[in-house]
């Protein structure tokens, strides 16, 4: 739209009323049929859509792998304890 020679095209364009911008989407449709009627609402609702249940019986090999290492201790003989300080700095 814009451009290095002429970097006010776009604005024009718009205030002249030739480009019209999308208005931004301010509902969902719900599997039931009903629209989302606030933010909270088409959060919740993307969220069902978007993620999956974590079911570790549909867990590939590979998931069960990487489930056990997560649950396994980090234990290096460079460990150090975490100083009071340290602590305190985090909040």
Known sequence: MTSITNPWRGIYTILAGR???AAP???LKQKDGKLTTNLQEIIQ???QILTREDNQEDD???QKNIRALAQEDVDT???KEFTVQEVKNVY
Do not use: N
């Open 19 to 21: 480009d019209k911008l």
């Open 25 to 27: 989407q301010t509902t």
């Open 45 to 47: 609702h993307m969220l």
């Open 60 to 62: 590939t090999q590979f």
């Open 77 to 79: 003989d460079d460990d």
